[in-house]
């Protein structure tokens, strides 16, 4: 099958597409001929080599974490697919490679597509969303009523966000660039601020939870406009000493994540605030909770471009310059 490998770890030099062998199918996995491929700066991350002490991936890598298709064949354990059903995942974050024409899924990873999406809308969706789920869902449980700010509401991850965490209730803020201001209002919005000319740490006060995806000084100043007793959480700021025990860290890499993440830790406690790094991770039942929000509207995918995929790199380079407006960059198959 043809596909997009990282061959070393770098820059795009370090990517070809090649012809690689069809994957090995378990007996719980699922072999998915792959319609449409979401890109996530994720993919560009996996490839510069930055998370290489806690993700060590053999090279060549297939790359790409999201993915949408049909299923071609089942592992003899699979009971919940068939051959024939359109399917959505995020991979497991050690089983990736959606760039490429097939890849075997773990079934507890994948979910039925969304029916009222097209195979490049749904491959917008998993990693996004089920961080977005994970986030606001399981870690915080936004009630209706909580005020939320989601940072960079008009990106891939913030404009899921936004959606759902309206979609649950919360009067929701977000910071967007002057161009997608109007379109962060449209996605449900309440607040919308514009982090070009605007400052959000003189504009809210008391909120319950920050969803921060910037990291450094923002995510510094998001924990001053938390009331006490709130929540911040952050998938690019410094991680923290129980995602280091999630992933079995070696005491090492365990005091490393400690000390990175101390500052922000003492910057928290002293606002009366608690702080959280997330990474997202896999889970077919988590989509299967959001296919519903999405079927019936409430949450619309946001894609920005689609690329065939032979113009995978050209893709990957496209986001990597900041080239799209708002959403998701994906690439098709079909
Ligand atoms: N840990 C995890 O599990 C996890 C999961 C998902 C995503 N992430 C991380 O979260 C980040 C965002 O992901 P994404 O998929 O949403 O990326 P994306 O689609 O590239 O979106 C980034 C957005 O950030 C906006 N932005 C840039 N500077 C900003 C600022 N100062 N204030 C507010 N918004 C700003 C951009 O708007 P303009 O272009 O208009 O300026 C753009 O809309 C990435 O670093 C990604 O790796 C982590």
Same mark, same amino acid.
């Given at each position: 099958?043809?596909?997009?490998?990282?061959?070393?770890? #770098?820059?795009?030099?370090?990517?070809?597409?090649?012809?690689?062998?069809?994957?090995?199918?378990?007996? &719980?996995?699922?072999?998915?001929?792959?319609?449409?491929a #979401?890109?996530?700066?994720?993919?560009?991350?996996?490839?510069?080599?930055?998370?290489?002490?806690?993700?060590?991936?053999?090279?060549?890598?297939?790359?790409?974490? &999201?993915?949408?298709?049909e299923?071609?064949?089942?592992?003899?354990?699979?009971?919940?697919?068939?051959?024939g059903?359109?399917?959505?995942?995020?991979?497991?974050? &050690?089983?990736?490679?959606?760039?490429?024409?097939?890849l075997?899924?773990?079934?507890?990873?994948?979910?039925?597509?969304?029916?009222?999406?097209?195979?490049?809308?749904?491959?917008?969706?998993?990693?996004?969303?089920?961080?977005?789920?994970?986030?606001?869902?399981?870690?915080?449980?936004?009630?209706? #009523?909580?005020?939320?700010?989601?940072?960079?509401?008009?990106?891939?991850?913030?404009?899921?966000?936004?959606?759902?965490?309206?979609?649950?209730?919360?009067?929701?803020?977000?910071?967007?660039? @002057?161009?997608?201001?109007?379109?962060?209002?449209?996605?449900?919005?309440?607040?919308?601020? &514009?982090?070009?000319?605007?400052?959000?740490?003189?504009l809210?006060?008391?909120?319950?939870?920050?969803?921060?995806?910037?990291? #450094?000084?923002?995510?510094?100043?998001?924990?001053?406009?938390?009331?006490?007793?709130?929540?911040?959480?952050?998938?690019?700021?410094?991680?923290?000493?129980?995602?280091?025990?999630?992933?079995?860290?070696?005491?090492?890499?365990?005091?490393?994540?400690?000390?990175?993440?101390?500052?922000?830790?003492?910057?928290?406690?002293?606002?009366?605030? @608690?702080?959280?790094?997330?990474?997202?991770?896999?889970?077919?039942?988590?989509?299967?909770?959001?296919?519903p929000?999405?079927?019936s509207?409430?949450?619309r995918?946001?894609?920005?471009?689609?690329?065939?995929?032979?113009?995978?790199?050209?893709?990957?380079?496209?986001?990597?310059?900041?080239?799209?407006?708002?959403?998701?960059?994906?690439?098709?198959?079909?």
């Open positions: 099958m043809k596909a997009f490998l990282v061959e070393k770890y #770098g820059d795009q030099a370090g990517m070809r597409a090649a012809e690689v062998p069809d994957p090995r199918v378990g007996a &719980d996995d699922v072999l998915v001929k792959i319609h449409a #979401g890109i996530n700066p994720l993919d560009l991350r996996i490839r510069n080599g930055d998370f290489k002490a806690f993700m060590p991936y053999r090279l060549p890598l297939v790359l790409g974490n &999201d993915l949408a298709g299923v071609l064949q089942v592992g003899s354990a699979v009971t919940r697919f068939a051959v059903d359109a399917v959505y995942a995020r991979p497991d974050k &050690d089983r990736i490679g959606t760039f490429a024409e097939l075997a899924v773990h079934q507890d990873d994948l979910a039925p597509k969304p029916a009222t999406l097209t195979m490049a809308e749904a491959a917008s969706l998993p990693l996004v969303a089920l961080t977005a789920w994970q986030a606001l869902v399981e870690r915080t449980h936004v009630q209706p #009523g909580q005020k939320v700010l989601i940072h960079a509401g008009a990106g891939g991850l913030g404009s899921i966000a936004v959606q759902l965490a309206k979609a649950l209730g919360a009067h929701v803020a977000t910071t967007a660039s @002057t161009a997608t201001i109007d379109l962060v209002r449209e996605l449900g919005a309440d607040v919308a601020i &514009d982090y070009r000319t605007q400052d959000f740490t003189k809210l006060d008391g909120y319950d939870i920050v969803l921060d995806s910037l990291g #450094g000084d923002n995510l510094a100043r998001s924990l001053r406009v938390l009331k006490p007793g709130g929540t911040a959480i952050s998938v690019a700021g410094p991680p923290d000493p129980a995602f280091a025990r999630e992933l079995g860290a070696n005491p090492i890499l365990r005091l490393a994540m400690t000390a990175l993440s101390a500052k922000t830790r003492y910057q928290a406690k002293r606002l009366g605030v @608690t702080y959280s790094f997330l990474f997202m991770k896999a889970s077919g039942d988590q989509l299967r909770e959001l296919t929000l999405i079927d509207g409430r949450i995918p946001l894609v920005d471009r689609v690329f065939p995929f032979d113009e995978t790199l050209q893709a990957m380079e496209y986001v990597e310059k900041g080239r799209a407006k708002a959403g998701k960059v994906v690439v098709s198959m079909t």
